[in-house]
């Protein structure tokens, strides 16, 4: 069997399915043999690469950003994994769109709260074009698999890779629980 391909990111949201994705413990070690960490904050790879067999992105897709890397990565992976709630859902990071434009808690964050230099940064490196709204990754690109929770419980992270090795079931019922 050829070695997995297996990228990692994050968009909106805490890290927490990556910490997660460290909780596998041993099993990362079991997995030295069957794939390759291509790509993934937790490795130094600067450039997306070509031919990823498996991608799972965290987080919901906040800013123009985002969307440019959720097209680049769709063109060069097999698999795209929504990973995590905020990815399936826009969970936390959704609950802006209540508040109508993006500059609404902006404008709270910089202005209202701030202590000193009231005013919204304006360098896209600061803070990029934020989205009308917090939106689901599947709502920019198609996905294969969704990996619900907040964040997915190691378990589930550890059955969705056995599955794609094909050495494991289908994910199903428990296993596809939101939150």
């Known amino acids: ?3 997995l391909k297996l990228a990692t990111i994050w968009f909106g949201g805490c890290s927490g399915c990556h910490m997660s994705f460290l909780d596998v413990d041993e099993f ?24 990823v067999d498996l991608c799972l992105i ?3 897709v906040c800013h123009e950003e985002h969307v440019e890397m959720a ?15 905020c990815a399936v859902t ?10 109508g434009k993006p500059e609404v808690p902006l404008e709270y964050a910089y202005v209202t709260l701030a202590d000193t230099n009231k005013g919204i940064p304006n360098d896209p490196v ?15 690109i198609p ?7 907040c964040p997915p419980p190691a378990e589930r992270i550890k059955a969705l890779v056995l599955n794609l090795l094909g050495v494991g079931e289908p994910l199903s019922g428990e296993q596809l629980k939101f939150g």
């Open 143 to 149: 996905v294969d698999h969704y990996l619900p929770g």
């Open 126 to 140: 600061i803070v990029p074009n934020l989205l009308e709204q917090a939106i689901p990754l599947h709502q920019v």
């Open 90 to 99: 826009s969970n936390v990071c959704g609950m802006r769109n209540a508040l």
């Open 28 to 51: 990362l070690v079991d997995l030295i043999d069957k794939i390759d960490i291509v790509y993934s904050p937790i490795v130094d790879t600067k450039e997306y690469p070509e031919e």
């Open 1 to 3: 069997m050829e070695r």
């Open 58 to 60: 965290e987080g919901a």
């Open 71 to 85: 097209h680049h990565i769709r063109k060069r992976t097999k698999l795209v994994c929504s990973f995590g709630d």
